[in-house]
């Protein structure tokens, strides 16, 4: 079965640009997790979806962040203006939803440069 | 305060040995899960093993056990019989629920070297 699958890989990008992150989770799970890690702050939950709904948007850091869930099978998080701290890994990962004992599947992560 | 606790930062352990990573949780929601994350260098976070608060043994999977003390609020990592390809970056976290939510929190991680 395919993983959890994050696009692109890598980005780098000037400062002041928008920045799209997208992820498909594996087929099945209806909940999605995006992570930012960073060396300094390390794995931060930004913000989470049940059955596309987004439940818990606590952990994203500003309004230039947004993430949205328009179907099962995709989810995008923009950062509209980018900015150089927004730099880190970014993961995506998914689970099965209200199962507390259900671990979360991570994709690859998109390593984020903001020049 | 801290939900997740991870208190070595660093460790070194002999090719073959046993090593113990450490980790201590805090919540208030008798339902729970446990989960140990491995993160090698190369950046992708791999699901190694979980314990369920309800759990009554400690989960089990191949050479990764898990301690779990549920009065001491631990939940320690034990590797046995460690190969070079266990160094890592390797995150303790728990799933909860805090304030009508699920939340998911992560602690800071450990850096396994395995010395051969």
């Known amino acids: 079965d395919a993983g959890v699958i994050q696009s692109p890989r890598h980005e780098v990008t000037e400062m002041g640009q928008e920045v799209t992150l997208r992820c498909k989770p594996i087929?099945?799970?209806?909940?999605l997790f995006w992570y930012r890690q960073t060396m300094m702050r390390g794995l931060e939950l930004l913000i989470y979806f049940n059955n596309n709904v987004p439940i818990d948007d606590s952990g994203m850091p500003e309004d230039r962040f947004s993430a949205k869930m328009p179907n099962a099978s995709f989810s995008t998080l923009k950062i509209q203006p980018s900015e150089p701290r927004d730099s880190a890994v970014y993961f995506c990962a998914s689970s099965d939803s209200g199962q507390l004992y259900q671990p979360q599947h991570f994709g690859d992560g998109t390593r984020l440069s903001i020049l | 305060a801290q939900k997740i606790t991870q208190t070595q930062p660093g460790m070194f352990v002999q090719e073959k040995e046993a090593v113990t990573l450490d980790c201590t949780y805090d919540t208030s929601d008798p339902s729970y899960g446990l989960f140990w994350y491995k993160q090698p260098s190369s950046g992708e976070m791999i699901f190694l093993i979980y314990?369920?608060?309800?759990?009554?043994q400690n989960a089990t999977e191949g050479r990764y056990s898990l301690n779990f003390q549920k009065a001491r609020k631990s939940a320690n990592l034990v590797i046995s019989a460690s190969q070079l390809g266990d160094s890592a970056m390797y995150f303790c976290?728990?799933?909860?629920?805090?304030?009508?939510?699920?939340?998911?929190?992560f602690g800071t991680g450990t850096k396994l070297q395995v010395i051969p």
């Open positions: 976290a728990m799933r909860d629920y805090s304030g009508g939510y699920q939340k998911v929190t």
């Open positions: 314990q369920g608060s309800y759990d009554q």
């Open positions: 087929s099945g799970h209806n909940s």
